[in-house]
């Protein structure tokens, strides 16, 4: 088993940025694929991106690619997402979910999730 819990989230104005974290417990994590998925109001929860145990990134969905970047320290057992150059559109709450295996986009296919943290961005 694996526990994530997500930090970070806030309210923040446009064009800000924040950094949110996942950590995790449980164990070994460092064998995990991890991704950032994130769901808003009355939509389905979306693919962000995802880092591979030793720290390749993939996969950053459109919207937010140029603007987000995933990182992660094996040590700490932690995942981040730094957010940058925020708009109102990314308000949702953001998850982090990890998996064995390959990094994947499908929410399916994800084993662990966290509670989310809420992300509010104002105009």
């Known amino acids: 088993q694996v526990q994530l819990v997500e930090s970070g989230g806030g309210l923040v104005q446009a064009g800000g940025s924040l950094r949110l974290s996942c950590a995790a417990s449980?164990?070994?994590?460092?064998?995990?694929?991890v991704g950032w998925f994130r769901q808003a109001p009355g939509k389905e929860r979306e693919f962000l991106v995802a880092?591979?145990?030793?720290?390749?990134?993939?996969g950053y969905t459109d919207s937010v690619k140029s603007r987000f970047a995933i990182s992660r320290d094996n040590v700490k057992n932690t995942v981040y997402l730094q957010l940058n150059s925020l708009k109102p559109e990314d308000t949702a709450v953001y998850y982090c979910a990890a998996r064995e295996g390959y990094p994947d986009y499908r929410v399916e296919d994800y084993d662990y999730w966290g509670a989310g943290t809420q992300v509010t961005v104002s105009s």
């Open positions: 449980g164990r070994t994590f460092s064998r995990y694929v």
């Open positions: 880092i591979t145990w030793s720290g390749r990134n993939t």
